[in-house]
């Protein structure tokens, strides 16, 4: 091994340590008040509850489709398929839609300021704290998801190890992309103190395309300008990996998802860097 690889090696792993351990504060943070999961679990619960009666009521009466075994379909998708869905699509959303808040606030507040002299990317060290936390949100919702997924709608339509780790891939990728378009959307602070407009309006077009209903349900024209955004990577990716997906459409989704997260993490970069020099630090 050449001094040049020992010497990358070396930084790579003093990289990871550094931002494992800013993750792993942000974790602790977290465990420490798991009362506060109380109203989101009730929520989410609540959520996929409702979904999987409208789903019900949406599929009873309609006619039973060829080759489905006798189930009615709505484009390609049954009602066990459908709740399913839903509950995989909500995962994304309450275990990593809710960033924007937090990074707007330090913006606002000027905390950013304390940041700026660290020995650590700005962009990256967010990631860090905000993944950490993610990551068991994500594993108390998917934990929910599952037992109110078999109590409403009996097991998931394909069960295979590998399609279930797809998911969790999928999931993640979804929330890495999730926190750098609300990373770049919080920055706007630094021109617009005033800026949740911006995400309320993020937020509910992610909603709508992929995450109450499948792309597939979407009338044509706006199904062919969806597929050309990154919202259908949010949500539609993980849930449609859940229950529908061929091996080659999951790697074309998950391939969307990884191309649409490289472009969101040199976008919020790309808008730091046009911030910082807006950046103000007063007081002592």
């Given at each position: 091994?050449?001094a040049?690889?020992?010497?990358l ?10 931002y ?6 942000g974790?602790?943070?977290r465990l420490?008040y798991?009362?506060?999961?109380a ?20 599929f ?133 103190e ?31 300008v ?30 969307a ?15 730091f ?5 807006k ?6």
């Open positions: 091994m050449s040049a690889t020992r010497r090696r070396a930084r790579l792993r003093a990289v990871a340590r550094k494992g351990l800013i993750a792993a504060t974790l602790k943070s420490a798991l009362a506060n999961y109203g989101s679990m009730l929520t989410y619960g609540l959520f996929v509850f409702v979904f999987s009666r409208i789903w019900t009521a949406a009873l009466g309609r006619a039973p489709a060829e080759g489905q075994g006798g189930a009615a379909t709505i484009a390609g998708y049954d009602r066990t398929m459908a709740i399913w869905y839903f509950i995989v699509a909500e995962i994304s959303v309450f275990g990593f839609g809710r960033f924007f808040w937090r990074l707007a606030d330090d913006v606002k507040s000027g905390q950013v300021a304390y940041l700026l002299a660290r020995p650590y990317s700005f962009v990256g060290y967010h990631w860090a704290e905000a993944m950490g936390p993610a990551l068991v949100d994500m594993a108390v919702f998917v934990a929910e998801g599952i037992l109110i997924g078999l109590l409403v709608a009996g097991p998931p339509p394909l069960l295979e190890p590998a399609r279930a780790l797809a998911v969790l891939g999928s999931l993640l990728l979804a929330g890495s992309l999730q926190f750098f378009l609300q990373l770049s959307i919080a920055m706007t602070a630094f021109w617009v005033e800026n949740a407009a911006f995400f309320w309006i993020f937020q509910k077009l992610a909603l709508v395309v992929g995450t109450l209903l499948p792309i597939e349900f979407l009338p044509d024209a706006a199904r062919a969806a597929v050309f955004t990154p919202f259908p990577s949010l949500s539609y990716a993980p849930a449609r990996i859940a229950v529908a997906a061929t091996g080659s459409e999951a790697l074309r989704l998950v391939a998802q990884v191309l649409w997260l490289a472009g969101a993490v040199a976008l919020a970069n790309l808008v860097r046009a911030a910082r020099g950046l103000a630090v007063q007081g002592g």
